[in-house]
């Protein structure tokens, strides 16, 4: 630590762990530090829900165990969640007026690691509709205003998550990414984030969206203090979650540190061609150049079928939300439409008026493709390709370490600059799809400024269960460079 700043909201999850390890700040001065930090920041529309007693409480438990001197890295340290996440203190809404008001009995179990690590809930983070988005504009409950420009998208669908940390309302939040949902807030907002391999970190508790892609992950300001949430978020969970990886809880700092020298770096040609904004290509190009000047090789590698993610994620994912949503029936769980006339109608009601425009594209995609007579057309042959895009980077990974590139396309684009237009929102996902579909690990870091003075993110994809390694070559980034400190202007 070079020098501490002065205000609590500047520091990183380490340095305030430090603070709070040495007492010479507590966990209840920093909670309501940070409770009226959100408070007087609620333009941004990142916050959904606070409880401020519940935060509070947490708080105390969390200063009676550092003074006993043994607790964790991650006690006392003020996080919230992406609306995604289940919790018993707080609503939980999905961005979907379907759940408007809704209570779980149960926290989701990444919420519940991260409390019994002492992380302190601040509330939940708004985001799009059942996740379903790439610019936090198809919540129920408004859109999220990019800190570095609030007449921009902070991304989405992870983008109250991504707005909060990068107006530093909060030091860490949770995120969850399906298709890119955390890599490009992340990218979008200045901030870095990971999603794991899939299958580290538990789904239990996670409201379902596409449950063969989704997964949870951490959004801080550097990579280092992902680290050290995502060491708390990961573990086997095998009565909860069948398709949890049984592989041990992992300390992902420990590469924190290894030379970079000798890596190799894969640059997929089809990650640099048309349909890239020149400005965001000219961020990534100086970030894979300064990774050579820090001693790693690039290599050109080829992810030829990536054209066909788009197509296929959008088959995939639509397929399993219209089942997962089918629990949303006016019975068991939240809304239930006021008037009806017999069962069906009251089904009938409850999802036309509980769900908004997107949820219900996809169901209606879905629900066709898995259709009698289509089901083989478009499901079991988006299924094949998913596995021959996965094969695809098995071969790329034998002549690289990590894979580098764009996040997004473009910048953050503007507040309702893709309403009329669904399709623009899902091509934009052209970069992140490949990796969720084969389940790699892939984060995105903060790498320059592009058109308009807005964040780029550079993404990194390494093969399953890298994530220290890949936590490393973004550290060793941020060691050498200072784009994860830069700042919105008007804060
Ligand atoms: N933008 C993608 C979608 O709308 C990804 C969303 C996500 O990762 N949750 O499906």
């Not at 050498?480 to 804060?491: F, G, S, V």
Request: aromatic content about 8%; some cysteine; glycine content about 8%.
């Amino acid at each position: 630590m070079t020098s501490i700043p002065s205000e609590l909201h500047d520091l990183t999850v380490t340095q305030l762990s430090n603070l709070l390890q040495t007492r010479q700040v507590s966990a209840l001065e920093s909670a309501q530090h940070f409770l009226d930090r959100a408070q007087s920041h609620a333009h941004l529309g990142a916050f959904l829900d606070m409880n401020t007693e519940a935060t509070l409480a947490q708080a105390r438990v969390a200063d009676a165990r550092l003074a006993c001197g043994n607790a964790g890295p991650l006690e006392g340290i003020p996080i919230a969640h992406k609306d995604i996440f289940v919790t018993q203190n707080f609503v939980t809404t999905a961005g979907s007026k379907m759940l408007a008001g809704y209570r779980s009995p149960f926290d989701a179990t990444v919420v519940a690691r991260l409390a019994a690590q002492g992380a302190v809930t601040l509330g939940k983070l708004n985001c799009d509709e059942f996740a379903m988005g790439s610019g936090n504009e198809n919540s129920a409950y408004g859109p999220v205003k990019n800190p570095w420009d609030v007449t921009r998208t902070p991304g989405g669908s992870s983008g109250g998550s991504a707005a909060a940390v990068a107006a530093r309302l909060i030091l860490a939040a949770t995120g969850t990414d399906t298709g890119g949902s955390i890599r490009q807030p992340a990218s979008f907002c200045g901030v870095t984030g990971i999603k794991p391999t899939y299958g580290r970190a538990s789904r239990y508790g996670m409201v379902a969206f596409a449950s063969s892609l989704d997964q949870a992950g951490p959004m801080a300001r550097t990579a280092q203090d992902c680290a050290l949430l995502l060491s708390a978020m990961c573990g086997p969970d095998p009565d909860r979650d069948s398709t949890s990886l049984d592989v041990p809880p992992e300390d992902f700092s420990q590469s924190l540190g290894d030379t970079l020298s000798g890596l190799r770096i894969g640059v997929p040609t089809e990650f640099l061609g048309a349909g890239l904004d020149l400005d965001v290509r000219a961020a990534v190009d100086v970030a894979l150049r300064q990774y050579e000047s820090m001693g790693a090789k690039l290599v050109s590698v080829s992810l030829p079928l990536t054209r066909l993610a788009i197509p296929v994620y959008y088959v995939i994912a639509p397929a399993e939300a219209s089942s997962n949503l089918s629990r949303f029936d006016g019975v068991k769980f939240g809304y239930r439409a006021p008037d009806y006339q017999d069962l069906n109608d009251m089904y009938r009601q409850t999802r036309a008026q509980g769900f908004g425009n997107e949820v219900k594209r996809r169901i209606m995609i879905g629900t066709y493709v898995l259709s009698h007579g289509y089901y083989d057309a478009y499901y079991l042959k988006a299924q094949q390709i998913r596995r021959m895009i996965a094969d695809d980077f098995q071969q790329a990974f034998k002549l690289c370490d990590v894979i580098a590139g764009p996040v997004a396309p473009t910048v953050a684009w503007k507040l309702g600059g893709h309403s009329h237009d669904p399709l623009a929102d899902y091509l934009a996902d052209i970069f992140t799809l490949p990796a969720s579909l084969a389940g790699l690990p892939c984060m995105s870091l903060p790498v320059g400024l592009g058109s308009a003075d807005m964040p780029v993110g550079l993404q990194l994809i390494g093969n399953y269960l890298t994530e220290s390694r890949l936590l490393n070559v973004a550290h060793q980034f941020q060691q050498a460079t200072d784009w994860h400190q830069r700042q919105p202007a008007r804060l």
